[in-house]
């Protein structure tokens, strides 16, 4: 989600211009970088994590009976790396601090930014891109474990950056003027958003690993690259004159279509934390959230304070202001969902046409906010108090849950109960 990799340095200055901010903020999201949580305060262990174990069921590889974990109705979860989740102590601890904060999901990446899948796939389309050595060898112990833990397992994607099926299917991938593969400023080659052989060996890659006991399947990196050099791009699928927010919301269609609605598969995507704050502007990358929502289960919106620009919301320093950060870019949200509610209501009163213009269509029931809150120092320092406030937010504002991110899976903790008293 990560929260990607740029070449701009600093913070975006200032949210005059409608375009500009966004756009700058676009790049503060790529940096991430690693954080330094360190230290940990003990809670109490909550008594709400039982196993909730869905019938079993027949997966679709070899023919194996798996069992998945309902979905919690309000998602307490938190990132996992793939080489974390393969280490038995590590994720011994991770789970241990998720029973320990009252927390019930988890999140962890199947296929990385490298392309690579981090386990050995199953169906049989899926052999050519087998790794010659799995991240995880033993996956199947991993989402036991977990789902004995009573944490509903989500399995997280990358899409558009892969640059392991670009190796394999160069004319899938985005190109530069003059020949060859375009590659952004970090060497980071990317498929053509508009190639629909790479979303269907996405749809490949989320039925394996849910029939392997993963619950729930996140796409992250849905959308155009921005941080290379853009004048040299040439798209061999796109064909560059449909907007590029449609080309992505016929991608969340067609993975709503092909897993929710075909194969009883939940779906979520992960969005830039910008979403929520314009309705018909893609940042560049083309996302709308009034696009992924009708085509989820749940949409995170990577809403970390630190990833906004200086002076949002009259703050010096967003990071320093997390529950206020939050609130607001979930506030925002709800109103689209108020939005097309109303207009709905007026098509069912006949006060408006079934045919004018919608925000999103009626009859289809709209993603959760289930954000990604910040759990590492870049900023601030991100210790119980500023994880207590975004929690809090979340919950104000009537959010289905929440996921921690640290990409050095490394977290601090913090008092879910207290997250729960009135600001």
């Not at 375009?19 to 709400?48: H, M, Q, R, V």
């Not at 904060?101 to 049989?124: C, H, T, W, Y």
């Not at 160069?170 to 498929?191: F, L, M, N, Q």
Request: glycine share 8%.
């Amino acid at each position: 989600m990560r929260p990607l990799g740029s070449p701009i340095s600093k913070k975006i200055a200032s949210l005059e211009a409608r375009w500009k901010t966004p756009i700058l903020a676009i790049g503060w999201f790529l940096i991430i970088g690693t954080s330094t949580l360190t230290g940990l305060y003990l809670t109490e262990t909550p008594a709400d994590l039982a196993q909730v174990w869905l019938p079993a069921s027949a997966g679709e590889s070899g023919g194996s009976s798996v069992r998945h974990v309902q979905m919690p109705e309000e998602v307490r979860g938190f990132y996992m790396t793939a080489h974390s989740a393969a280490s038995p102590k590590i994720r011994a601890d991770l789970f241990a601090y998720a029973r320990r904060n009252g927390l019930n999901a988890v999140v962890i990446d199947v296929k990385d930014g490298d392309g690579l899948l981090s386990f050995m796939p199953q169906r049989e389309t899926l052999r050519a891109h087998a790794p010659e050595k799995s991240t995880i060898p033993d996956i199947d112990a991993v989402l036991t474990e977990a789902g004995e833990a009573g944490l509903y397992r989500i399995a997280r994607v990358f899409v558009f950056q892969d640059p392991m099926y670009v190796k394999r299917f160069p004319d899938e991938a985005i190109h530069r003027s003059g020949g060859g593969v375009w590659a952004d400023y970090k060497g980071v080659t990317w498929v053509d958003p508009a190639s629909k052989a790479a979303w269907r060996y996405n749809v490949e890659v989320a039925k394996d690993v849910y029939a392997r006991g993963f619950d729930e399947i996140q796409f992250d990196y849905v959308r155009f690259p921005s941080d290379g050099n853009m004048a040299s791009v040439v798209y061999l699928h796109h064909d560059g004159a449909k907007p590029k927010h449609e080309v992505i919301r016929e991608f969340f269609s067609f993975m709503n279509r092909e897993l929710e609605k075909k194969a009883g598969i939940p779906i979520s995507f992960d969005l830039f934390g910008y979403v929520t704050w314009y309705v018909d502007y893609d940042l560049g990358i083309g996302q709308l959230l009034v696009d992924a929502l009708p085509n989820a289960t749940a949409v995170s919106a990577m809403v970390y304070p630190s990833h906004y620009g200086d002076g949002t919301l009259g703050f010096d320093n967003p990071a320093e202001h997390p529950y206020e950060i939050v609130s607001d870019s979930l506030m925002k949200a709800n109103k689209l969902y108020a939005t097309r509610e109303k207009q709905c209501a007026e098509v069912a009163s006949g006060v408006r046409s079934a045919t004018s213009a919608l925000l999103m269509p009626c009859g289809v029931e709209l993603a959760q906010q289930r954000p990604w809150i910040q759990a590492f120092d870049i900023g601030a320092t991100y210790a119980a108090d500023e994880i207590d406030a975004q929690i809090r937010a979340v919950r104000d504002r009537g959010g289905g849950g929440f996921l921690l991110w640290n990409a050095r899976n490394v977290y601090r903790d913090f008092n879910l109960s207290r997250s729960s008293d009135a600001r």
